[in-house]
């Protein structure tokens, strides 16, 4: 197995994280987004969550981007500040090698050090691996809401995961 490396994504990353993105969203109901996105689209986002202070992280493996992990703002009240919703996708090939794992990690060392006290992770369910990354990283299971997304004609519940850095 090659190292993983962790770094900060670049504007460079965007077209990797994009197709990333848009097999789960063309393939999936992991994700709510229905509409497949550029890589400008991704640069758009990422440029966005920089300016907000909060981390975009990539999982490097020579070269090649295969997977990624960022958090964004739970919500916009000021009082929230403290609490980021946090994501994290591999790429299909990229998955059983401790990216995800690594990705987290990373993330919420880079959380603590922005003094994020919550971390929040939402899964449309089911999903098994996810349940389990976020689990192995702490996260307990706060919250579930019945049938609130409807993708590819299908009814969805979401989990939402909850840690305390």
């Not at 609490?83 to 998955?95: C, F, Q, S």
């Not at 090698?97 to 990705?103: I, N, R, V, Y």
């Not at 990373?106 to 369910?125: Q, W, Y």
Request: proline content about 2%; overall charge negative; some cysteine.
């Amino acid at each position: 197995m090659s190292t993983i490396l962790i770094r900060p994504a670049e504007t460079a990353d965007a077209a990797a994280i994009c197709e990333i993105y848009n097999h789960y969203i063309e393939h999936t109901v992991i994700t709510f987004e229905e509409v497949l996105l550029t890589a400008g689209d991704i640069d758009q986002r990422l440029q966005d969550i920089n300016a907000i202070g909060l981390p975009w992280l990539v999982a490097d493996v020579q070269g090649v981007v295969i997977g990624y992990a960022y958090a964004g703002k739970f919500r916009d009240r000021s009082a929230y500040r403290y609490t980021a919703e946090v994501t994290v996708y591999l790429a299909p090939a990229g998955t059983g090698q401790g990216a995800g794992t690594s990705l987290y990690k990373a993330l919420f060392e880079a959380l603590r050090e922005r003094s994020i006290h919550i971390v929040i992770g939402g899964i449309t369910l089911p999903n098994v691996a996810s349940v389990a990354l976020h689990e192995k990283m702490g996260m307990e299971k706060v919250a579930h809401l019945e049938e609130v997304g409807c993708k590819f004609g299908k009814w969805l519940d979401v989990g939402y995961w909850q840690a305390t850095l």
